[in-house]
Structure formats: structure tokens, C-alpha cells
């Protein structure tokens, strides 16, 4: 269930600090509607180079086996990781911070 993800306490926290968010999962193509996470309505963002390239940070949150990690440490900036999903990752370590 979406609605109880610890992802939303996360976004609610970084849109506070006047953060510009865009997510990605493929499990949720749009937000749901939720009662207790006040969360803009947003639909699941594509993982490309172009949109990774373009943002100042990846925040890893959930832990998908189908993400292309090694991808997201290629062409972003800097990744945030929370779940270790990175931790197969060789190249571009320098970009990661484990949180």
C-alpha cells in the first residue's frame, strides 16, 4: 500500500525546504490520493539520461530491483541512497552518499 510508504514523510519534509520533487516508481504511476501526507499530485517520472543529468540530487527510498542503479550513478549529479541499493555499484562511488 502506497499510502504507508515512508517515501511521503521524506517528500513532505524536502517540498518544506523548497525542494522541487519528481519521483519515480514502477509500481505507482501517479500519486494517490492520501489523507494523512500532503503530497502534489505527480506522475511517476522515466528514468533518463537526460532527466537524471538535469537534477541536483537522486534520493534512493525504496529499493527496486528493476532500476538500473548503475545508470541512475552514471548520469546523475549526486545520489542520496537509504536502502543500499548502490552497493553493487562500481563506477561513480564518489557520487554516492549512503544515508
Known amino acids: ?3 504507508e510508504s515512508p517515501s511521503f514523510v521524506l517528500m513532505e519534509l524536502l517540498e518544506a525546504a523548497g525542494a522541487e520533487l519528481s519521483y519515480h516508481d514502477p509500481h505507482i504511476p501517479a500519486l494517490p490520493k492520501m489523507r494523512h501526507h ?3 499530485d505527480m ?3 522515466p528514468l533518463t539520461a537526460e532527466f537524471l543529468s538535469g537534477v541536483d540530487c537522486v534520493l534512493i527510498a525504496t529499493d527496486h530491483s528493476s532500476v538500473d542503479y548503475d545508470f541512475v550513478v552514471k548520469h546523475a549529479p549526486l545520489v542520496v ?3 543500499n541499493a548502490t552497493k553493487d555499484v562500481t563506477q561513480g562511488r564518489e557520487k554516492i552518499c549512503k544515508a
Open 1 to 3: 500500500d502506497p499510502r
Open 38 to 40: 500532503k503530497v502534489r
Open 43 to 45: 506522475e511517476s517520472t
Open 81 to 83: 541512497d537509504t536502502r
